[in-house]
């Protein structure tokens, strides 16, 4: 099966600085590559789908200059949380969409952001 | 994609069968049933999906009613390790974006 793998599994950052995490699909090609981040004890929230090449749509709300989304391969995309603070704490986590299996959408593991 | 409905928390004893319900009444034609479970600090695993007939695999069986603005979620025999947080979602085979709108889910929790 396709698998997506993120890194880091945890990163725990000083308030201002920034955070790089990564999303990698690691047996097929991703065209799309979504972000969604879950509070405690809540749903996901789609953040943001990137396709390989072209800019990033985010969805109401989310900062796009807070959160910065490259998506330079088919099989890398990567989310920047700049300036981070205490808010930004959450578990970020990564799907990609292969071209010829469009109806089914892979999950990496997270990624837990804790800002101090 | 049309709005689902589940309850929030189902408890099952280990071994019996799971039947997770959801209902979604304002399905239309070309929406499909899409489920998947996220375990504690995890990332989300696809389970099934269908369209109109129920459907079967490995994990699971997807029973749809026949005027599709319902379905239950089946774990056979279900095991400590299905505890999780099961999603029910609805997305149209049109939805280009192919994103994913979660809802509450309905957090399982398999006691031995």
């Known amino acids: 099966g396709a698998v997506v793998s993120q890194h880091p599994s945890r990163v725990i950052c000083k308030s201002g600085t920034s955070v790089k995490i990564e999303c990698r699909s690691l047996d097929f090609q991703a065209t799309t590559m979504f972000w969604y981040r879950q509070f405690p004890k809540q749903s996901l929230m789609l953040m943001a789908t990137?396709?390989?090449?072209?800019?990033?749509?985010?969805e109401q709300g989310v900062e796009k200059d807070k959160f910065l989304i490259n998506h330079a391969s088919l099989t890398l995309s990567t989310l920047t949380v700049t300036s981070a603070h205490p808010e930004d704490s959450s578990f970020y986590i990564c799907s990609a969409r292969a071209p010829d299996r469009p109806y089914e959408q892979y999950f990496g593991p997270g990624t837990r952001l804790t800002v101090t | 994609d049309a709005k689902t409905t589940q309850p929030p928390s189902m408890d099952c004893a280990e071994g019996r069968a799971a039947n997770l319900p959801c209902n979604h009444s304002?399905?239309?034609?070309?929406?499909?049933v899409y489920w998947y479970r996220q375990i504690h600090s995890q990332g989300p695993q696809y389970i099934i999906h269908?369209?109109?007939n129920n459907e079967t695999n490995e994990m699971a069986s997807l029973i749809i009613t026949e005027d599709r603005k319902s379905s239950t979620l089946i774990l056979p025999h279900a095991t400590l390790r299905d505890t999780a947080v099961y999603y029910c979602?609805?997305?149209?085979?049109?939805?280009?974006?192919?994103?994913?709108?979660f809802g509450g889910g309905t957090r399982l929790m398999v006691k031995p």
């Open positions: 990137s396709n390989e090449g072209s800019k990033a749509t985010y």
């Open positions: 269908g369209l109109k």
């Open positions: 979602i609805v997305r149209s085979a049109n939805n280009a974006g192919n994103m994913l709108t």
């Open positions: 304002t399905i239309s034609g070309n929406e499909y």
